[in-house]
Each structure stands twice: as C-alpha cells, then as structure tokens.
C-alpha cells in the first residue's frame, strides 16, 4: 500500500517562500509521475506541478517561473520549492503519486498553504 505524507505548509508573508516535501512509502513500479496540486475554497482542485520518472517536468500557468517541483529517489521524497508567493497561492496542496504500470493514484492528507497580503 502507497502511502504518502506532505508536510512544510504554514502561514507566509506574500513574497516569501516554502517548500513542501511530500514522503511516500510502500511500492510503486518504476514508470510513474508525481505531482502536487491544490485546492482553494469553493474553488476546484488544480495541477500546481509534475515531475515523471524520466525527470520531465510540467507546471500550471500560474505557477511558472515562481515554483519548483523536484524529487529524491534515495530518500523516497518529492519536493515543491515555492518562490514569490501571492495571497491567491492560498490553498491545500495534495501530493499525489501515479502508477503509470497498473494507472493507479495515490494522494496524500493535504497540507495548508496561507499567504498573507
């Protein structure tokens, strides 16, 4: 069983940084993605960022130039380095895993991100 564990949300001055780290244990096959997505009051959930097991990257529009997602095979972790941040970053953000052999998602608990005007 894949589970995953985020951690390093808080509350943050508009322009300043965080970085989220997102744990995961148990097995997933090799050809798989990792991304972090986030969810803000009354609105839908949506892709911040993407990093494929080949390395590949992708991040939404309004994320680009600002934040960084990034990942440490060796010790298991995906990370979301998150640069100039704006009140409208204000969100849950959910790490989430996807086994691209059996095409499975895994997601974690969420962590609050706050960004204070």
């Known amino acids: 069983q894949v589970q995953l564990v985020e951690s390093g949300g808080g509350l943050v001055q508009a322009g300043g940084s965080l970085t989220l780290s997102c744990a995961f244990s148990?097995?997933?096959?090799?050809?798989?993605?990792w991304g972090w997505y986030r969810q803000a009051p009354g609105k839908q959930r949506e892709l911040v960022a993407v990093?494929?097991?080949?390395?590949?990257?992708n991040y939404g529009d309004s994320v680009k130039g600002r934040f960084t997602i990034s990942r440490a095979n060796a010790k298991n972790t995906v990370y979301l380095q998150m640069n100039s941040l704006r009140p409208e970053d204000s969100a849950v953000y959910y790490c989430?895993?996807?086994?691209?052999?059996?095409?499975?998602?895994?997601w974690g608990q969420g962590t609050q991100v706050t960004v204070s005007s």
């Open positions: 989430q895993a996807h086994d691209g052999v059996i095409h499975r998602d895994y």
């Open positions: 990093i494929t097991s080949g390395g590949s990257t």
């Open positions: 148990g097995v997933i096959h090799s050809t798989n993605s």
